[in-house]
């Protein structure tokens, strides 16, 4: 099956800083990525829609400014978590979608901010 | 946001019993999918099942559709505790390109 790569797997920033989240399809081109976020015993909650050579679409409620999304080519798509807070603590997963338009989730990447 | 809702939220039972969980949803589907996630890891994915069918099976896993409830329910037979992990359905909507997550059930399986 198609694998979609992500990175990292876990990371830990100060209050403040900026974290980057990469999200690759590795054997496939995904001209459409989505990323999620889960706290902690819920569920998946979509965060946005990353579309290759676009603006991302985002979610009722998600801050455009603070979860800066890039989709510059049809096989990266990164997450960028702006002045990260505590509350910012989650685990990222992102999916890609492919040409028959099914989805390939990421290993996901858990976010602590302290 | 999330469009499916699972029933039961949690669920404990004995190794060797059978699990069953549900999933209702609102719109019209494409297809249902079925993943497995253990406890702050990846998903893991389960089975697909088309609109267009009804049942589906892989190895302790069953699956069901009913496209006029809009629900969906997953069965694994014989548990074991390796099994324990949180359950989700996703939903791809008609002419849609989302994948939205239930809500999920947590299940724990006693060695």
């Known amino acids: 099956g198609a694998v979609v790569s992500q990175h990292p797997s876990w990371v830990i920033c100060k209050s403040g800083t900026s974290v980057k989240i990469e999200c690759r399809s590795l054997?496939?081109?995904?001209?459409?990525m989505f990323w999620y976020r889960q706290f902690p015993k819920q569920s998946l909650m979509l965060m946005a829609t990353?579309?290759?050579?676009?603006?991302?679409?985002?979610e009722q409620g998600v801050e455009k400014d603070k979860f800066l999304i890039n989709h510059a080519s049809l096989t990266l798509s990164t997450l960028t978590v702006t002045s990260a807070h505590p509350e910012d603590s989650s685990f990222y997963i992102c999916s890609a979608r492919d040409r028959q338009y099914e989805a390939f989730f990421g290993q996901g990447t858990r976010l602590t901010v302290v | 946001s999330q469009q499916g809702e699972e029933d039961p939220q949690a669920l404990s039972i004995q190794e060797g019993e059978n699990a069953t969980m549900n999933c209702s949803y609102k719109t019209s589907i494409n297809n249902l999918q079925w993943y497995r996630q253990n406890s702050g890891r990846g998903l893991v994915h389960l089975i697909l099942i088309r609109s267009n069918e009804r049942e589906k099976h892989s190895g302790r896993l069953r699956v069901t559709l009913d496209t006029s409830k809009k629900s969906s329910s997953l069965l694994i037979t014989a548990s074991r505790a390796a099994d324990t992990a949180s359950y989700f359905c996703?939903?791809?909507?008609?002419?849609?390109?989302?994948?939205?997550f239930g809500a999920g059930t947590r299940l724990f399986v006693k060695a």
């Open positions: 054997d496939f081109q995904a001209t459409t």
């Open positions: 990353s579309n290759e050579g676009s603006k991302a679409t985002y």
């Open positions: 996703a939903t791809r909507n008609t002419g849609g390109f989302k994948t939205i």
